[in-house]
């Protein structure tokens, strides 16, 4: 088990107990990526957390497949979909660079509070592209810290040895825009509540 594992075990239970941090901003997230949606889409959520945000969006297509790098994450979700009688979300421990799935398969992926926390950004938004299907959606909320918390990437490395937390990438909003583009997205939607908060991205595959 590596460190941020270890560090998103420890923390799951509390998490998933935290309430939204901003829920005006979430909402409206939820909002408008439901308008991408329609009953026949097959989603992906990477980095799914405890699976509150599949869960919430599970009415509205008809399958998603929720990966999570901790185990304890992919339980409280698992128990959260069990309790509310949610049959069309599949939860799997997993990270992306395991997982399986068929170039141009899918119809959405979210990556939420996901791509800064990876050490091959990249590579990811690439494998992601691949699995979309023509005119797909990548919709990402990622925080930016080289917007205005630059000095945060000689720290970051220290938490992490430390197991204080996880691995955290500093890179800024146009880096973010120019990783996307230069995999082959045109973004489609970007909002951004206001400065130093996540940014919120519908990415588009060419059709």
Request: charged share 25%; glycine share 6%.
């Amino acid at each position: 088990m590596d460190q941020s594992t270890n560090y998103l075990d420890k923390i799951a239970e509390s998490y998933s107990k935290k309430p939204v941090a901003d829920e005006a901003a979430y909402q409206k997230k939820l909002k408008v990526t439901r308008q991408y949606f329609d009953p026949d889409m097959v989603v992906l959520e990477i980095g799914c957390g405890t699976g509150s945000t599949a869960i919430t969006h599970a009415p509205y297509v008809k399958h998603i497949q929720a990966i999570d790098l901790s185990s304890k994450m992919i339980e409280i979700a698992q128990g959260k979909a069990d309790a509310e009688n949610v049959e069309n979300v599949v939860f799997e421990r997993s990270t992306i660079d395991e997982l399986n799935v068929r170039d141009q398969t899918l119809d959405a992926v979210l990556g939420l509070s996901i791509l800064h926390l990876l050490e091959n950004k990249e590579e990811v938004i690439a494998k992601v592209h691949k699995m979309l299907k023509p005119s797909g959606i990548f919709v990402t909320s990622t925080t930016c810290l080289g917007d205005s918390m630059r000095f945060f990437k000689y720290i970051s490395p220290i938490g992490k040895f430390l197991g204080l937390m996880p691995l955290l990438k500093v890179f800024t909003t146009k880096e973010l825009e120019s990783s996307l583009t230069n995999a082959g997205f045109e973004i489609d939607y970007q909002w951004q509540p206001s400065k130093g908060k996540a940014v919120f991205i519908v990415a588009k595959k060419a059709a």
